[in-house]
Each structure stands twice: as structure tokens, then as C-alpha cells.
């Protein structure tokens, strides 16, 4: 039996796919529309091991990886980067001895970064690794592998809808981070007060009261089956937050119900997002099949795009 002794948190982001042409008649004229992705994804397939390698600025890029799941009904791809030019050296803790990593020819070390595919929804489901590569890099992948333009959005639900969903759901965790800008005298502007009679706001109050550049407020019931309680008046004062610019984030930890996982979005960034916990062993890498696998169950459960799927029904 395997011995998991360390936990890997890995973020999930999640992006609509789009492509743009310029018009005809007005070169500068630029549309936008969402891009079918399924057809690009099986000609990507055919491609030998050689044309799914491009070099980007962020180094050597391969797709080790792609198929279409039949049980899940998502595409899964799984990506490793060239990390660095240098190999480590291995360090024996016991008797302190050392010894080189040494590669063969054409073998580097590479970061993993996997991406799953939705076409119901055309979501992307993408790992963030700052050791691998970003979305910038990927958008190139594609676009040079398949000869379109291929942009990758991020999706925010910053509307009414969300409001249902945080009204509907239960708050586990609350984050806020302000920065001030002071005069050129070094002078703090004092920052809104809010009339709203609530806990929440209270603390809020409280913490701009001191008048300090930089104020961080953060609470969390963590796993337990807690709530933070939000009333009516709370989404007002998170509305004026979303339009101060001195705010540079607003975390909310939202879970359907008192006993489930909660998800976090940052509402400032227009960001829907989630956390996957890996167990790994010491020493070892992580197992791609439990990382997929990770994915697939936080992007069925995401209550954002639970909302899209039900839509396109």
C-alpha cells in the first residue's frame, strides 16, 4: 500500500475559448465569437509527437497527451515543459553524500500541466503551475499547431446570477485586501464608511477606521459545517468594494451547503476558480491519472458552470 505523506494544492482556472476575424471591408474592424474547439482537438490528435512540440518564450513545450474521455465526456490534455537547462543535484540526508542527476540525450526535466476540455460548455479547465507555463503560452500552442486564432477568456460571474448563488449557497470564508494610496504628503485618504448594520460590516468599519495604506481582513470556518453569515445588506457594500480601486481583492469561500468543499472566487478579478488537494508521496511525482481525475470532479461540481451546463440543456 502506498504511503501518501504530503498533500499538493493545485488551482483550477477556467476559461471560454473565443477567435476573432478582422472584416473584410475595415481591417480594423475586429468579431469576436466563441470557437468550436472538438474538431480542432481531433485534427490536434493526428499530429505526430514532433508537430505537438513548439518553443515558446517560456521554454521547450510538448503535449504528451490528448483524448476524449467516453465516461466523462471531456477531453484531456496533458502538457510538460522544459523547466530549466540545468539538472539538480540528489543529496543523501543520512551520510551527506551527493551525487549528479544525469540525462540522457534529449531527456530534460519538465513541469507537468494538465488541461481538461468541456464542449457542452466550451469551458477550458486549466491547472496553474508558474513553473510550467501560462495562458498565453497555451493560446500560442494552439494557435500555431492549428492555424487560428485562439483566445482563452476568463470566466467571471459577477451579475445578479451570482448574487442567487451566494444567497443560495452558504459563505465559509471571507478575504479582503486594500491598498490605500497615500499623497504625496504621505497622507492616507479616508476610506468609505458603511452605514449597514451587519457583522460583516462592522468589522469592515473597524479595520478602515485605523486609516493604515494597506488593510487585509480574512476569516474561514476551514472544513467544519459553520457558515459566516451574509445578509441582504452585505451584497451592497461588496458592490461599492467590486468599484473602489484601492480594493485588490475580495475572496469569497462559497459551498452549496454546510458540509461540502467550498469554492473560491476572487470577485475583484472576475475570476471563478478552484483548489484540488493531491496526495503524493515524498520524493516521488505526482500521479497524472489522480490529477485528472481531481479535475474532472471539481469542474462537474463547479456551481458557476453547473448554471452554464443546465443553460445549454
Avoid at 219 to 236: L, M, N, P, R
Wanted: with cysteine.
Amino acid at each position: 500500500m502506498k504511503n501518501y505523506n504530503r498533500i499538493k494544492n493545485i488551482t483550477i482556472e477556467y476559461y471560454k475559448v473565443y477567435t476573432y476575424e478582422e472584416s473584410q471591408n475595415n481591417k480594423n474592424t475586429i468579431t469576436e465569437k466563441e470557437l468550436e474547439v472538438s474538431p480542432l482537438l481531433e485534427k490536434l490528435q493526428q499530429l505526430n509527437k514532433k508537430q505537438k512540440n513548439i518553443y515558446s518564450k517560456e521554454g521547450y513545450i510538448a503535449l504528451h497527451s490528448i483524448k476524449y474521455n467516453q465516461k466523462t465526456n471531456l477531453w484531456e490534455l496533458v502538457f510538460f515543459k522544459e523547466r530549466d537547462n540545468f539538472a539538480p543535484f540528489i543529496l543523501d540526508k543520512k551520510n551527506g553524500n551527493v551525487r549528479n542527476l544525469i540525462l540522457k540525450n534529449d531527456e530534460m526535466i519538465s513541469e507537468i500541466l494538465c488541461v481538461e476540455y468541456n464542449p457542452k460548455i466550451n469551458v477550458f479547465a486549466i491547472q496553474r503551475n508558474i513553473y510550467a507555463f501560462g495562458k498565453k503560452s497555451l493560446e500560442n500552442f494552439f494557435a500555431s499547431n492549428l492555424n487560428v486564432n485562439f483566445i482563452l477568456r476568463p470566466i467571471g460571474k459577477l451579475n445578479k446570477e451570482t448574487e442567487k448563488i451566494l444567497k443560495k449557497g452558504v459563505v465559509k470564508k471571507f478575504k479582503l485586501h486594500i491598498k490605500n494610496v497615500a499623497d504625496k504628503n504621505g497622507e492616507i485618504s479616508t476610506p468609505p464608511r458603511y452605514n449597514k448594520h451587519t457583522a460583516l460590516c462592522n468589522v469592515i468599519n473597524s479595520a478602515m477606521s485605523i486609516n493604515s495604506q494597506i488593510i487585509n481582513i480574512e476569516f474561514s470556518v476551514g472544513k467544519s459545517s459553520k457558515k459566516i453569515a451574509i445578509q441582504d445588506d452585505d451584497f451592497e457594500v461588496f458592490d461599492d468594494l467590486m468599484e473602489n480601486n484601492n480594493v485588490k481583492s475580495l475572496e469569497l469561500g462559497i459551498a452549496p451547503d454546510e458540509n461540502s468543499t467550498m469554492q473560491i472566487t476572487d470577485f475583484i478579478k472576475f475570476r471563478v476558480r478552484d483548489i484540488i488537494s493531491i496526495p503524493i508521496i515524498k520524493g516521488q511525482t505526482i500521479e497524472i491519472p489522480k490529477l485528472l481525475e481531481a479535475i474532472t470532479k471539481k469542474f462537474k461540481e463547479n456551481m458557476y458552470l453547473k448554471d452554464e451546463i443546465n443553460e445549454k440543456i
